[in-house]
């Protein structure tokens, strides 16, 4: 017996998420039926995180256990000839027996994609969130250092998870703003007649990173602090908030739950 560790990126548009979900078309369904029809055996596979419907990966990991004797450098061409196009496998490598895919790694590092800008793009409607108004980006960072270390995220979790505590550690949680010039559908339709924000400012279009790296991660918990730090960019909350927010171990009083579509996983380390 072989325990097999393959890392992967995906589009998820078009997926109910990572895990089986039948009849649902989901990743772990795709990859295992490709197994199947290159080892001729059942594989039942283990995914690193457990994405939802809409959300995106640069670096799932997974890991299964085959017979097939295939050399290890040969798993991403003999799976990418099988799988659809929005589905890759990046690398192949074995691994001891006890490796597991989810209870091995220690930090998961995920990424959430914001397009601040007046109009929305034709390209990036499906991987980044649209928000139109002038947000505070000094405000929002200041906010994010309340995010920093051990705390219990039970305000900033969904409905439906069944773990056993809600305490996680934020080792980084940074905010980048790329240059909107790397994006030039953003501002082409409007470079002769450009929206002005309330202040009668130009909205500059931009793209804002949220990367966020923990040991671990609660239902939603990346885009309820995505939709949080946003409401402070709004000025709807006080960076100070947060805190009292995250004291307060209430869903009720943190920000709403952004889309799946701007949610990438960006790497698992163990």
Not at 111 to 131: G, I
């Amino acid at each position: 017996m072989r325990n097999i560790k393959l890392t992967l990126q995906y589009d998820g548009t078009a997926y109910h998420g990572f895990q089986r979900q039948d009849p649902r078309p989901t990743i772990q369904a795709e990859l295992e039926k490709a197994l199947v029809t290159i080892t001729g055996e059942p594989v039942r596979l283990v995914g690193a995180g457990r994405t939802d419907a809409g959300v995106h990966a640069l670096g799932q990991v997974v890991s299964f256990k085959t017979t097939a004797r295939i050399p290890t450098e040969r798993w991403p061409a003999a799976l990418n000839s099988l799988l659809p196009p929005d589905i890759v496998v990046l690398t192949a490598e074995e691994v001891a027996l006890d490796f597991h895919a989810r209870k091995s790694a220690r930090r998961k590092t995920y990424r959430y994609v914001v397009a601040n800008a007046p109009l929305p793009s034709a390209f990036l409607r499906n991987y980044a969130y649209l928000v139109r108004e002038r947000l505070d980006l000094e405000a929002m960072q200041t906010a994010a250092r309340f995010f920093l270390g051990r705390h219990d995220f039970a305000a900033f979790r969904a409905t439906g998870s069944s773990v056993k505590t809600s305490e996680r550690t934020i080792y980084r949680l940074e905010l980048r703003r790329q240059p909107f010039e790397v994006l030039p559908w953003f501002w082409l339709a409007e470079a002769a007649n450009p929206k002005l924000d309330q202040e009668g400012q130009d909205l500059q279009p931009t793209l804002l990173h949220f990367i966020v790296e923990a040991d671990g991660f609660l239902y939603n918990m990346v885009r309820i602090i995505v939709g949080t730090l946003l409401e402070v960019g709004r000025g709807r909350f006080q960076p100070g908030d947060v805190g009292a927010i995250l004291l307060s171990k209430d869903r009720a009083r943190a920000g709403p739950t952004v889309p799946a579509r701007g949610l990438f996983l960006e790497r698992v380390e163990y």
